[in-house]
């Protein structure tokens, strides 16, 4: 199936300062998280039949230009159910249909699958591109670098667990939100995984050598200067220590970190 990626300036903590917009359908189109009107997009949405709007998770960087090209394609948007108000806060638009994970869109002869792969954002998807074909995984996974899973809406489990599922379907090509195409999915994943288990090692050391207050742990954790993301580094060391206290590794009631 094919896959055409725009890069669209948006105002974004990614370190690339753009998000990436999709049209996903070798026909009729899928047009998959328009995060800004750019006239490089307007462009693509024009030369195609755009027949549905969709976006991986309804974050600020990810929706923005939702409802403009609703109104000038006309065509169908779609919101996770049970999160439509939270789409329709973010996106500014009334979505015309819902989905839930398993959700198959029909694009003429082609079929694009809905995945639940939460933890970045709760209500997170990725779109398949037929079996075994290439995933829009959204904010999953980057080529360079780590996703922010930050407390309170990250969830480190969910997205551990959504990025063994996805290395599990082992697509030929990951196209993420941000940065360029992933061409060996496997390996980042494997990437990402260990960097995970990396952190969280660090955090449960902290803690069982009698580290208990945030700021220290956040301090023992990162080996690296945090001058400009110190506030996602202590949002993603909160997720972490949720998932250690859920899995009854750590002790932790939102202020002070101790050993179970």
């Known amino acids: 199936m094919d896959v055409t990626r725009c890069s669209v300036p948006v105002s974004t903590r990614a370190p690339t300062g753009t998000t990436n917009a999709y049209l996903l359908g070798s026909g009729p189109a899928i047009l998959v998280d328009p995060a800004a009107r750019t006239d490089e997009l307007d462009r693509l949405v024009r030369s195609r039949s ?10 600020p960087d990810h929706v923005g230009a939702v409802a403009a090209y609703a109104d000038e394609t006309d065509a169908t948007v779609w919101a996770r159910a049970g999160r439509t108000g939270r789409f329709r806060d973010a996106a500014d638009v009334e979505p015309d249909r819902t989905f839930t994970p398993g959700t198959t869109i029909r694009l003429g002869d082609e079929r694009v699958r809905l995945l639940e792969t939460p933890g970045h954002a709760p209500d997170h998807v990725a779109l398949e591109g ?3 074909g290439p995933i ?7 080529r360079e670098g780590s996703v922010v899973v930050g407390a309170p809406e990250g969830d480190m489990r969910a997205y551990v667990t959504s990025l063994r599922r996805l290395r599990a379907i082992d697509p030929p090509t990951l196209w993420p939100g ?8 496997r390996a980042t994943l494997e990437r990402l995984l260990a960097h995970r288990q990396h952190r969280e090692q660090r955090i449960l050391d902290a803690v069982d050598a009698g580290v208990t207050t945030l ?3 956040l301090e023992t954790a990162y080996e690296k200067d945090l001058t400009g993301v110190r506030d996602l ?8 220590l949720e998932k250690l206290d859920v899995e009854r590794r ?3 009631d939102g202020t002070l970190a101790r050993p179970r």
């Not at 755009?50 to 974050?59: M, Q, R, S």
């Not at 941000?178 to 999915?185: K, S």
């Open 215 to 217: 700021e220290d742990v």
């Open 250 to 252: 750590v002790v932790w």
């Open 136 to 142: 829009l995984c959204g904010d999953c996974a980057v």
């Open 50 to 59: 755009i027949e549905h709007i969709l976006v991986t998770h309804p974050h």
């Open 178 to 185: 941000h940065g360029p195409a992933i061409e060996q999915p």
């Open 233 to 240: 580094a202590r949002a993603t060391v909160v997720a972490h």
């Open 130 to 132: 037929g079996r075994g």
